[in-house]
């Protein structure tokens, strides 16, 4: 069995910053990427950030120059690292991990419960 566990969401003014983290553990082989989504009420999950097992990451548009992604993989932990916190950046974020629980096994992917960020003043 896999797990996938968000933490470090919470309330943060605009201008501030906030630090995800999101640790994968249980029955895994291998891990070929993980990363963040993000859903504000009434719209549509996003993707955020992502990073591959070596060092190939991926942005959305609103995030680049504010956001950074980086990942653990002795520790199967990625960590999404927010400043200059904007109002619509409000979403529950969560995280994913597409892995292996054995060789043979097809990737799939595992999400995380979600983590609430509100920015507000």
């Known amino acids: 069995q896999v797990h996938v566990v968000e933490s470090g969401g919470g309330l943060v003014q605009p201008g501030g910053s906030l630090r995800l983290s999101c640790a994968a553990s249980g029955s895994i082989f291998s891990i070929y990427a993980m990363g963040w989504y993000r859903q504000a009420p009434g719209k549509e999950r996003e993707l955020v950030a992502a990073?591959?097992?070596?060092?190939?990451?991926n942005y959305a548009d609103s995030v680049k120059g504010r956001f950074t992604i980086s990942r653990d993989n002795a520790r199967n932990t990625v960590y999404l690292q927010m400043n200059s916190l904007k109002a619509e950046d409000t979403a529950v974020y969560y995280c994913?991990?597409?892995?292996?629980?054995?060789?043979?096994?097809?990737?799939?992917?595992?999400w995380g419960q979600g983590t609430q960020v509100t920015v507000s003043s």
């Open positions: 990073v591959t097992s070596g060092v190939s990451t």
């Open positions: 994913y991990a597409r892995l292996r629980v054995h060789e043979v096994a097809p990737p799939v992917i595992y």
